[in-house]
């Protein structure tokens, strides 16, 4: 993928506020390495990945040591390993790079991974360039925890909350998961999808069906341009009309893989790269004239789920800011379906929500 630079700084500093000049060069590096790495295959394991390393390296955007250096854990403990030349090295294996990874088996098998030193040298993990292959062979392997981005990212769903078992339990995961959907929107925004060049390949127009299927979910392209092919996959040509411009409504009809077959008011049908459509949501319902409790949301920023449970996805709207005030409908095992003035309807963690303050009497 290729990431225009300019609109991803537009809407980081919309979503962050402005990064210090070390932490946008630093920001910048990180978007270079994605934009090189052929596995990273899903915008959003790129967004969840990003909103990692804001959170472990603190904002600074950049490969870090961990505060206090292992100090009070085990593998804060000196150990010895000896290398085939057999030279040995007395190493601490503390937190390192853009995901910290610790522990000496850890250093050992992302070295034997990635063909380097690591064990012997565990400052390589402050690389950039192997600090970014760490990240990105751990989190799609599974290497750390045994969890990996395709359990919770993937065609049938995002999980951004339970995505951080990948690194560290659910640690900070609502606060990481925030920022993963904050960080997606200014990917969606500033990516560019379409291959330059791509020559059209004419496709035969289907016989006209006995009856009009039924339309599939609306979605809207979110994509600078996006190539629709001829199959599903990025080896088919494009077909006539592509590629589609951002905003674009489309017809989901099938999906296959990562990719999407959809079908264009103006005639163009084909398959797309389904992570750069994002739906359209329907009107939202009507909410009763008698108003249910009120309350404020007290975390930085609040998944709104389409369901009560973390596996449920986000609804359009989500996440919301905190001291947004929203109405209570309903509740379900920990979680309470909710809507807010402008519209955002679905399911929160009631453990972020505390009641508002009634307005004193005359």
């Known amino acids: 993928m290729k990431i225009d630079r300019q609109k991803f700084l537009d809407s980081y500093i919309a979503a962050f506020g402005t990064p210090k000049p070390d932490a946008q060069a630093g920001l910048d590096a990180l978007l270079t390495a994605a934009e090189a790495d052929q596995d990273i295959t899903d915008i959003r394991w790129l967004a969840y990945m990003l909103a990692t390393v804001k959170h472990e390296c603190a904002n600074t955007w950049r490969p870090i040591e961990e505060y206090g250096k292992g100090k009070g854990h085990k593998y804060g403990d000196p150990v010895t390993v000896t290398d085939p030349e057999g030279r040995s090295y007395t190493n601490v294996y503390y937190g390192r790079g853009y995901v910290q ?11 034997a991974a990635l063909k380097n030193r690591l064990l012997y040298e565990p400052a390589l993990a402050l690389q950039a360039d192997v600090a970014y292959g760490i990240m990105s062979l751990g989190m799609r392997k599974g290497s750390f925890t045994g969890k990996k981005l395709d359990n919770y990212i993937n065609a049938a769903g995002c999980d951004y909350v339970n995505a951080r078992k990948i ?4 640690d900070q995961a609502e606060k990481i998961a925030g920022y993963a959907t904050k960080l997606e929107a200014a990917l969606r925004a500033s990516v560019v999808a379409a291959v330059p060049g791509g020559v059209p390949t004419p496709v035969a127009p289907a016989p006209a069906p006995d009856a009009a299927p039924a339309a599939g ?5 979110a994509a600078d341009s996006l190539n629709v092919r001829s199959g599903p996959g990025a080896s088919n040509g494009v077909v006539a009309g592509s590629p589609l411009a951002r905003g674009t409504q489309v017809q989901g009809l099938e999906d296959n893989g990562g990719w999407k077959r959809i079908s264009a008011a103006n005639g163009v049908a084909g398959w797309v790269s389904a992570q750069f459509l994002v739906p359209v949501s329907a009107p939202a319902a009507a909410v009763p ?9 007290t975390a930085d920023s609040l998944n709104v789920r389409s369901g009560p449970g973390a596996s449920n996805g986000l609804v359009a709207g989500s996440p919301l800011a905190k001291g947004t005030l929203v109405e209570g409908l309903e509740d379900n095992g920990g979680w309470k379906r ?8 679905g399911w929160v963690s009631a453990t972020y929500l505390a009641p508002a303050a009634a307005p004193a009497g005359v």
């Open 101 to 111: 990874l610790t522990w000496k088996d850890n250093y050992q098998t992302m070295g």
């Open 338 to 345: 909710i809507t807010a003035a402008n519209g955002v309807t």
């Open 289 to 297: 004239a008698s108003a249910g409790p009120a309350f404020t949301v």
């Open 167 to 170: 690194i560290n339990g659910l």
């Open 217 to 221: 979910q609306t979605f809207s392209v």
